[in-house]
């Protein structure tokens, strides 16, 4: 039986912009993190295969949760506009000591919302990295 597993039950995702703190962990569905690094080609001469080296790195993080009613809902298309700058703190176990907490400075992309004709109303937004995070 794995014993190292985790569960999202008690991830910290918040948001902090110049308006306040925005708790996205409450209604969330899922969030993705992709970490990712830029490379410079640096074949030459009598190379038979293409070299690299790494250059900068960047990050992107993919929210989904619950569109939240009323002015929440309002605070939250505020908060989450596109090119509204701030802080993600995500931590995929909690805040608790010794667990992975990432501080990162960021952009959010911008709000998309789904609206079915017979479930929930669902806001996804994309957070680009801006500078290095902890």
């Not at 993919?62 to 298309?77: H, K, M, Q, R």
């Not at 176990?93 to 004709?117: F, N």
């Amino acid at each position: 039986m794995a014993k190292n597993n985790i569960t999202g039950k008690d991830a910290y995702i918040s948001w902090i912009w110049t308006g306040g703190t925005l708790n996205l962990n409450t209604d969330y569905r899922s969030i993705s993190q992709k970490d990712s690094v830029d490379t410079v080609e640096t074949t030459a001469g009598a190379d038979t295969h293409k070299t690299f080296i790494p250059t900068l790195k960047s990050a992107t993080y993919d929210y989904s949760g619950l569109f939240p009613s009323g002015t929440a809902g309002t605070v939250a298309i505020a908060a989450l506009a596109a090119g509204m700058q701030g802080t993600l703190v995500y931590a995929p176990e909690g805040t608790a000591s010794g667990k992975l907490v990432r501080t990162v400075p960021a952009i959010c992309i911008g709000p998309t919302t789904d609206t079915p004709y017979a479930d929930v109303v669902t806001i996804n937004v994309t957070f680009q990295s801006n500078g290095a995070w902890s």
